[in-house]
């Protein structure tokens, strides 16, 4: 048995907590903005020297951003894609943040960075302990033939260790749903279920699993609450161009929403939702689920939000239910 490495324990506990941050946005100049989506770019195509690279030139020319451009270059050095990867250049990112720019948003989720690199640091070093004690028990069955039944046993339960701390943090995907014949003329939130049902006439066309707005109990009641919604709506426009690489907007607020903010005298927000994962970061995939990270919007993978947009046009009813 080949066993696996850490890299989806990386994504789980450091990369899917930096996505409750996702919805907000950033105050880069002209310049800046270019040059982080040129090391962005860089990073997608796989190209990480290249990207630190620009990100270092980000951090001379434009020090206002270094922080930004600091955080970014210590995601890349701790990737489980970058077979270079370096955890202590990944730490090192983080302390300047932390030291140079005390007032920097970027702080506090440096904190929580620094302490997960640790926890993925002490696991990679864990499961090697094991790999290398499994590697020991296989050498010795090859030479005490006698043995081997009992031997077998005990790398099987170290196996079956190994792979049971990796399954407490991976939810393994068992079932593929085959897409009918669209469009939809429903869409069905269950926001206690974190499903998406489409249904046309009826019948069911296809299910996905999301994440909500980072406060998910309730509906949403004021801008800026971190509720999803929960009422009747219909998606009345569609961005491809998406900060979230593709989204359909839904027609939050109704006429009650604003009825019940304007008895608390507050404003109800808007720019409600449904979107895939923030540009640059869409191979975390399905594990984004692992928290509720949008300001109130429905986050489903990249791929599924293209099937979606294929299948609900605009006119769509939305009923998104508690």
Not at 43 to 72: C, H, M, V, W
Not at 202 to 208: A, H, N, P, Q
Not at 244 to 272: C, F, M, T, W
Request: net charge neutral.
């Amino acid at each position: 048995m080949v066993l696996r490495s850490s890299s989806v324990f990386f994504v789980c506990i450091i990369l899917v907590p930096m996505l409750i941050c996702g919805c907000s946005h950033f105050n880069d100049g002209f310049q800046a903005k270019s040059a982080f989506r040129e090391a962005n770019n860089l990073f997608s195509q796989g190209n990480y020297n290249a990207s630190l690279a620009t990100y270092q030139q980000i951090i001379e020319k434009e020090p206002t951003a270094g922080d930004r451009a600091l955080f970014e270059m210590a995601i890349i050095y701790a990737y489980p894609g970058n077979v270079q990867k370096d955890y202590l250049k990944s730490q090192e990112c983080f302390q300047k943040i932390i030291k140079d720019y005390p007032e920097s948003g970027y702080k506090k989720d440096s904190e929580i960075m620094l302490f997960n690199i640790n926890n993925v640091i002490a696991k990679d070093t864990t499961i090697a302990t094991q790999q290398a004690q499994i590697e020991a028990l296989r050498q010795e069955v090859q030479g005490r033939g006698n043995e081997s039944v009992a031997l077998q046993k005990k790398i099987k339960s170290l196996e079956q260790e190994v792979t049971s701390k990796e399954n407490e943090i991976v939810a393994l995907k068992n079932e593929v749903y085959a897409i009918r014949k669209g469009p939809a003329d429903k869409v069905l939130i269950a926001k206690k279920e974190r499903r998406l049902t489409l249904i046309s006439k009826g019948t069911v066309l296809k299910t996905y699993q999301i994440a909500l707005g980072g406060n998910p109990i309730g509906p949403k009641e004021r801008q800026g609450d971190n509720k999803t919604p929960e009422g009747t709506y219909v998606i009345d426009a569609r961005n491809k161009n998406s900060r979230y690489h593709q989204s359909l907007h839904i027609s939050y607020p109704n006429e009650n929403d604003k009825k019940r903010a304007k008895e608390r005298g507050v404003a109800p927000g808007g720019d409600i939702m449904i979107h895939g994962i923030k540009n640059g970061f869409s191979w975390v995939g399905d594990l984004h689920r692992e928290a509720d990270w949008t300001k109130g919007c429905i986050a489903v993978t990249d791929e599924e939000i293209e099937e979606i947009d294929t299948l609900v046009p605009n006119g769509t009813i939305v009923e998104i239910r508690p």
